[in-house]
C-alpha cells in the first residue's frame, strides 16, 4: 500500500511490440533524417488527428519555436501566463514580446473578452493553451483574429486528439503545436508535431527543422535542428495503436476522481463538456480554501506525506518567473494568479487503479466537515 503514485506515468506498448518495429533499422541503418518510420507516423497521426497538414519534430517546444518562426511575426504577441514556460519562452526566444491576456474562471483558457483591449499596432499574433485540454473559444478568437489581421497558434500540447463536433482540434487557428513528451496522453518518447492550414508553412518548417538547409548548395533560412528520429517515431507509432484505449482507462479514473469531488464544498473538478471529446489528459482541482477549510499546500504536503506526488499545474505563472523578473506585471492577470495559487493536478494516467483513486480522495477529504 505504501508505493509511491507520481502525478503521471508514461503510457508504453509492450517491449517486445518495440523491438519488433524496431528491429528492421539494424538493416537499413537509417536512423534520422525523416526516415521511413517519420514518414509512416506523419501519415498515421495525420489521420488520427483529422488534419490535412503535418510536420513532426523532436520535442514540442521546438515545434512551437519553429512554426513562430515560420510565420515572421514581429513585436507583441497575446498569449496567457497560465501555461508550461515552453509557451511564453518560445515567444521570447523568438524576439517577440509576450503580452499577458488573463484567462477565464470557467475552463483557465484565455479569457476572449479581455484579448481586443490589448491589441495594439505592433500586434502581430495570438498564441492562445487549451490548458489541461480544455478548448479555447477558438470561434471568437478567429472573429477577432480576422478582424484585426491576426496570426493565431495555439498551443495544443494537452489536446492530443481532441475532437470538437467531430472536428480535430489542429484545424482551428493558422496553426496548432502538439507535445508528445513522455508525459503526454500520446508520446513519442520526446516529440511534437506543428499541424497548420497553409501548405507554405509546411516548405518553411521542413527546411528550418533541418539547418535551413533547402538543397545541398543552398541555405535559405536561420533555422535549427529539430528533425524527429527514428526511434523515436517508432514508439509513435507502436503507442498510436493503443492510444484510444489508453484515454478510455483515463476516462474511468477521470470519472472515479469526479464522484468523489464533484460535490464537495470548496472544491472546482471539470467537467465533459458536450461538444468536445476530451483526452482527459489531467484532473485539475481547485482548492477554495475558505469553503473547504484547507488551502492547496495543505493537500499537496499531505498527500506528498502519503507518498502521493500531486503537481502545482501551473505554479508559478510564467509571468513571474525570476529570467522575466520587473518585465511583466502579474497584477494584470488576476484570475490566473487566483487559480495558480489554488490548483493541484492529482495523479492520472491510464494504469492508474481506482483503489489508488479512492485513497488519494480519502487523503484530500480527511477532515472536511460537511
Ligand atoms: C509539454 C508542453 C509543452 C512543451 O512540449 P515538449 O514536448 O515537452 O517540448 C508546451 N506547452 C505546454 C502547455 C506543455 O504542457
Not at 245 to 268: D, F, H, P, Q
Amino acid at each position: 500500500m505504501d508505493k509511491s503514485i507520481f502525478v503521471t506515468r508514461p503510457s508504453m506498448p509492450p517491449i517486445e511490440e518495440y523491438i519488433k518495429e524496431i528491429e528492421p533499422i539494424w538493416k537499413s541503418a537509417w536512423l534520422t533524417n525523416l526516415g521511413k518510420y517519420h514518414n509512416e507516423l506523419e501519415k498515421q497521426l495525420s489521420e488520427y488527428l483529422g488534419v490535412e497538414n503535418i510536420s513532426l519534430f523532436t520535442n514540442g517546444h521546438m515545434a512551437l519555436e519553429l512554426v513562430i518562426q515560420a510565420m515572421n511575426l514581429s513585436g507583441e504577441v497575446i498569449t496567457t501566463p497560465f501555461t508550461f514556460a515552453s509557451t511564453t519562452h518560445a515567444i521570447v526566444r523568438n524576439g517577440l514580446t509576450p503580452v499577458f491576456c488573463d484567462v477565464n474562471p470557467n475552463d483557465y483558457t484565455i479569457d476572449v473578452e479581455k484579448i481586443e483591449n490589448l491589441i495594439t499596432d505592433k500586434t502581430s499574433a495570438i498564441i492562445p493553451v487549451h490548458v489541461y485540454g480544455n478548448i479555447c473559444n477558438v470561434s471568437e478568437i478567429e472573429k477577432i483574429a480576422k478582424k484585426y489581421d491576426l496570426k493565431v497558434i495555439y498551443d495544443a500540447a494537452h489536446a492530443f486528439g481532441e475532437n470538437i463536433n467531430g472536428q480535430g482540434i489542429g484545424n482551428f487557428g493558422d496553426a496548432s503545436m502538439f507535445s508528445f513528451h513522455a508525459t503526454k496522453v500520446f508520446n513519442t518518447i520526446e516529440g511534437g508535431a506543428v499541424t497548420f492550414s497553409a501548405s507554405s508553412i509546411g516548405t518553411q518548417l521542413y527546411i528550418l527543422k533541418n539547418f535551413g538547409i533547402q538543397s545541398d548548395v543552398s541555405v535559405n533560412g536561420v533555422g535549427s535542428n529539430a528533425k524527429m528520429n527514428e526511434f523515436q517515431a517508432a514508439m509513435g507509432i507502436c503507442n498510436l495503436r493503443h492510444v484510444t484505449a489508453e484515454i478510455l482507462k483515463r476516462k474511468i479514473v477521470v470519472e472515479r476522481y469526479r464522484k468523489w469531488l464533484s460535490n464537495v464544498n470548496g472544491i472546482k473538478v471539470m467537467n465533459d463538456v458536450k461538444e468536445i471529446q476530451s483526452n482527459y489528459s489531467y484532473f485539475p482541482v481547485v482548492f477554495d480554501e475558505k469553503v473547504f477549510g484547507f488551502t492547496r499546500n495543505e493537500i499537496c504536503d499531505r498527500l506528498s506525506e502519503n507518498n502521493i506526488f500531486a503537481r502545482k499545474y501551473f505554479y508559478p505563472l510564467t509571468n513571474t518567473f525570476e529570467c522575466y523578473h520587473g518585465k511583466f506585471d502579474v497584477s494584470k492577470t488576476p484570475i490566473a494568479q487566483y487559480i495558480a495559487k489554488r490548483v493541484l493536478t492529482l495523479p492520472l494516467y491510464a494504469d492508474l487503479s481506482i483503489d489508488d483513486v479512492d485513497r488519494i480522495c480519502n487523503i484530500i477529504l480527511e477532515g472536511y466537515q460537511v
